[in-house]
């Protein structure tokens, strides 16, 4: 009987190496080899989810006015209408004129329908008649009154990056880059109280409505739950694996959902501290997230310049509006109307919910902007970084007012920003959080009307752009 010959295993291991070199060196460089149909299914999954909403819009408009004419012609050998109409006597009989017959009256019926796209029926006395359609005319602008800087409050040590108003209207709380969340006073601007714990910036703060709880998220990747009664942190969220950018509490349920530069948005549960959804869509930092009571719960604005609208039992997207050019930075929902408006540098966009149907530009503010805040009274705030803040009617869209904040003495013009915006609840005071280090809250102008501050207004045609 042979002996076999003991190896040690390092050898054995190297010999392994060898034969499994050998075998796959003749394939290195071979890329493997695609397989078209997951291919094909991975793309059509793709046009689906980005553009089902447009992808057979010019084919229904095509179905809608149908250009039977000019298949009629192409059947019939000839592009005169007149010879179409004349047909000849052959071993058929009368068949060839019978069928040009049938094929003009459709031709007339089509040209009817043609003329009578840009015409409305008009009934004057027992005639009826024709008249073209009038342009869509842009509405007039309700008059609002102007607004006017009435209090600036310093006292952060860097700049000021999120604001929330309390249920009570008593106070607010603000967050900054200097690691520290302050609560002031809001009817005499005075420090109520500085809550220090996160070791980044704070880049986001809400009031619970339900309980006394402050939350709170950073660029530290932590989102703090703080109980207002002990002035101490209660809860620590884990999860995020970047910088957590926005958070929202959901208005009737018990749940915080929190986004950031990860570019995802999380659902958690307040009480027990639970992930109960990770959001994933987004192919980059999620700027800011919204929760309303009824559908779409969730919306999501990102700096892939999509806006996405969550199911919030699912947990996943049931909408993704990509009519935006550029990063989405903000987004507000209108307090009355089932509407929201998005905010990126080309455009300022409205939408009517839940199906994100696209309703008009508010076109001219220049600016990257990063806030915007709506009031019951129709008044759309938009705040840009180099601290323009345009004033617009929400129903028109006209820009009734421009402002440009004042610099803090000592600050340089390049710290002229606008970073958040929130008006409180009576909708009397405007807050603004800003780059040179101060808080500055405006209010209506008492003495303004409608002869002092005229609105300069011309009706032109309503150019609804996409």
């Not at 109280?193 to 704070?202: A, M």
């Amino acid at each position: 009987m042979m002996e076999v010959q003991k190896h040690s295993s390092h050898t054995l291991v190297f010999r392994s190496l060898k034969r499994t070199h050998d075998m796959f060196i003749s394939e290195q460089l071979n890329p493997p080899k695609r397989d078209e149909k997951a291919d094909k299914i991975l793309l059509n999954c793709k046009i689906a989810d980005e553009y089902g909403l447009v992808k057979n819009l010019v084919e229904r408009t095509k179905k809608s006015v149908a250009f039977i004419p000019t298949t009629v012609r192409l059947q019939n050998g000839t592009s005169d209408p007149e010879l179409s109409k004349t047909g000849t006597d052959d071993a058929y009989g009368n068949h060839e004129s019978e069928s040009t017959d049938q094929f003009s009256s459709v031709e007339m019926k089509d040209k009817q329908l043609l003329t009578n796209v840009n015409k409305t029926l008009v009934t004057i006395g027992d005639q009826n008649m024709l008249v073209p359609k009038r342009a869509p005319i842009m509405p007039k602008p309700i008059w609002h009154p102007p607004w006017k800087l009435c209090r600036v409050i310093s006292g952060h040590q860097g700049w000021v990056r999120c604001v929330d108003v309390e249920p009570g209207n008593e106070w607010f709380v603000t967050g900054s880059s200097d690691r520290i969340i302050k609560i002031w006073d809001l009817s005499s601007g005075a420090l109520r109280l500085s809550l220090t714990g996160h070791v980044s910036t704070v880049r986001g703060v809400a009031v619970s409505k339900h309980q006394p709880y402050l939350f709170s998220c950073g660029e530290d990747k932590q989102v703090k739950c703080w109980d207002l009664e002990y002035n101490k942190v209660i809860r620590h969220y884990h999860g995020h694996l970047s910088a957590c950018y926005s958070l929202d509490l959901h208005p009737t349920l018990g749940f915080l959902v929190t986004c950031g530069r990860d570019a995802t948005a999380r659902i958690w549960d307040i009480r027990t501290k639970a992930q109960v959804h990770c959001l994933t869509g987004h192919t980059n930092t999620v700027a800011q997230v919204r929760c309303q009571a009824f559908k779409p719960e969730i919306i999501t604005a990102s700096h892939d310049s999509t806006i996405r609208f969550w199911d919030f039992v699912a947990g996943r997207s049931i909408l993704t509006l990509t009519n935006h050019k550029k990063s989405v930075r903000t987004i507000a929902i209108h307090p009355t109307l089932n509407m929201m408006a998005s905010a990126s540098p080309d455009n300022i966009k409205q939408w009517k919910l839940p199906d994100g149907i696209f309703m008009q530009n508010l076109s001219g503010h220049t600016a990257i902007v990063n806030t915007l805040a709506i009031n019951r009274a129709g008044v759309l705030m938009s705040g840009g970084d180099n601290g323009t803040m345009y004033l617009w009617d929400w129903k028109s869209g006209y820009n009734f007012q421009r402002l440009q904040a004042a610099v803090q003495p000592g600050s340089i013009d390049s710290e002229a920003g606008i970073f958040a915006s929130m008006f409180d609840n009576s909708e009397s005071r405007l807050i603004t959080c800003e780059t040179d280090k101060t808080i500055k809250i405006y209010k209506e102008n008492e003495l303004a009307t409608e002869q002092t501050h005229p609105i300069i207004w011309k009706g032109d045609i309503l150019r609804k752009k996409f």
